[in-house]
DNA sequence: GCAATAAAATGAATGTTCGTCAACTTTGAG
DNA sequence: CTCAAAGTTGACGAACATTCATTTTATTGC
C-alpha cells in the first residue's frame, strides 16, 4: 500500500535544530578558513586544518562547499561585503559623487596591499577579481552612475569600466605586495584608473591626491 | 703537487656533445609543454607527459625548469615573444604611432581569447599578466613614448599605464572566454584601455574603431 | 514516548601529482 | 684508455583534495 497519508514534503515549520547547527557549520568554517587562509594562504590552507579549526570532520566541509576554491570564494566574498560596508558608512558624507568613485577604488587598493587578510588570497588574481566585481560592484557601478549624472565622468558601459578596474586593482595588489611596483605609486595608479572612467588627465590627479578620511575599524572577529 | 697544469676551467673550445644536447632539451621541453599545455590547460598537464612527449626522464625536467610554474612561465614567454614579433612586422608601416599601440593591445586581447595555446594559459591570470608585462613590455613602452612625443598620448609614467594594461587585458580575456563577458565588448575595451594612455575619449573611440591589418601567419611548429 | 525515516556528519581510504634522490650513464680532457 | 664531473633516470615519498560507506543526529507520524 503506497498511499499511506504521509506528508511527502513536511511544511518546515519554523527553524530547527539542523538548521541552527547548519548556519554555525557555515559560518565557522567560512571564519575558519578566513584565519588559516590570511596566517597562510589559500594554497597552504589545507581542507583538514580548516576542518579542524572549524571543529567539524573532514568531510563536512563538502557538504556546505562543492570544492576548496568554493570555500575561497566565499570568504573573499565576506572579506569585500565587509569592506563594501565600511566604505559606505564614510562616502554618504561626501560632496562629489566623483570622490565617491574615487575613495572606493583607492580603499580598495590599500586594503588589498596591507590587510593580510587580503594579501594572502591575492596570488588568486582572477578568483578575487572576479569575486570583487560581483561583489562590490552593485557599489561601484551605482557610483559611476551618480558621476556621470553629475557631468564628472563619461562612461556608456559602467559594467565594463568597472571590470577592467577590478583587474587592473588586483593585479596591481599583487604587483605591489611581491615588490615589482612601488608601493608610493597609487596615487598614480588611482589617476589612471580614473581615466578610464572618462575624467580627463588633470581631473583625475587632482582626484586620486585629494586625502582621504579614516575608515571606521573593522567589526572585531566573533570567536 | 696541487700545481699540474690542467686548465681549471678548460675553455669550451666549441660546442660539444652536452651543450648541443642541453639546447634540444630545453627546446624539446618548451615545446612538449606548450602543446600539451595548450590541449588540456595547464593544470592538467603533468610533469610526466611533458617528459615523456619530450623523451627524457621525468627528473630531467627539473635540471632545467625549478617548478612546474617555471616551464608554464617560459612556455609563456616562447608564445609571447613569437606574438611580438608577428605584430613588428605589420606595425612599422603605420604613420600614427598611436595606432601602433592600439593595434598592440588590440592584437594582445584578439589572440588571447581566440588562440587555444593562449587560453588555455589564462586561468593563471598573474603569471600571463606579469610574463606580457615582462615580454612584450619593451615594445609597448616604446610605442607609448613615441606617441606621447608625437603628442598623441599623455602618459608620465609608461611602464605603470602597460602593466595596468597587461591586467586588465589578461583579466578580460579569461572573462570573454569563460563568457562573462560579451565578446563583442572588445572594441570599448581597448577604447578604455586607452583611456589609460592619455587620450580622450572620442580620440580613444576612433583609435579603437580603425580597422586592422592581418597579421602574418604564425610560424609552424618545428618538430 | 517511540519507531521509522530522512538528513547530516564523519574520517579513513583513495587517487593523483609534484618534486627528490641515489644509482647509473655519458662526456671529454689528460 | 681512465676517471671524475656533469647529466639523466625513474622509482619513491609526502602532501593533499576529495569520496563514500558508515555512524550519528534530528524530525515526524502514531
Redesign the interface.
Known amino acids: 500500500m503506497p498511499d499511506t497519508h504521509t506528508a511527502p514534503k513536511p511544511a518546515p515549520k519554523s527553524e530547527g535544530r539542523v538548521a541552527r547547527r547548519q548556519r554555525r557549520n557555515r559560518a565557522a568554517l567560512i571564519a575558519a578558513a578566513r584565519e588559516i587562509m590570511a596566517e597562510k594562504g589559500v594554497d597552504a590552507a589545507t581542507m583538514l586544518e580548516i576542518a579542524e579549526r572549524a571543529d567539524v570532520g573532514a568531510g563536512t566541509v563538502y557538504n556546505y562547499f562543492k570544492s576548496k576554491d568554493e570555500l575561497a570564494v566565499a570568504v573573499l566574498e565576506s572579506l569585500m561585503h565587509e569592506l563594501a560596508m565600511r566604505i559606505e558608512t564614510v562616502t554618504d558624507t561626501f560632496g562629489d559623487p566623483a570622490q565617491v568613485y574615487a575613495f572606493g577604488i583607492r580603499t580598495v587598493l590599500d586594503t588589498a596591499t596591507t590587510d593580510p587578510r587580503w594579501k594572502q588570497m591575492?596570488?588568486r588574481?582572477?578568483v578575487i577579481?572576479?569575486a570583487l566585481f560581483r561583489t562590490m560592484g552593485p557599489f561601484a557601478i551605482r557610483d559611476l552612475n551618480n558621476a556621470v549624472a553629475a557631468g564628472r565622468f563619461?562612461v556608456?558601459?559602467p559594467a565594463?569600466?568597472w571590470?577592467?578596474t577590478?583587474?587592473?586593482i588586483?593585479?596591481?595588489s599583487?604587483?605591489i605586495t611581491e615588490g615589482?611596483?612601488e608601493a608610493d605609486?597609487k596615487v598614480?595608479?588611482i589617476a589612471?584608473?580614473l581615466?578610464?572612467a572618462?575624467i580627463?588627465?588633470e581631473g583625475a590627479d587632482e582626484l586620486a591626491a585629494r586625502s582621504l578620511p579614516d575608515l571606521p575599524p573593522a567589526p572585531v572577529e566573533r570567536n
Open positions: 591575492l596570488p588574481s582572477e577579481a572576479d563619461r556608456t558601459d565594463l569600466v571590470r577592467l577590478c583587474h587592473a588586483i593585479g596591481m599583487l604587483a615589482r611596483q605609486s598614480p595608479i589612471r584608473l581615466c578610464m572618462g580627463d588627465g
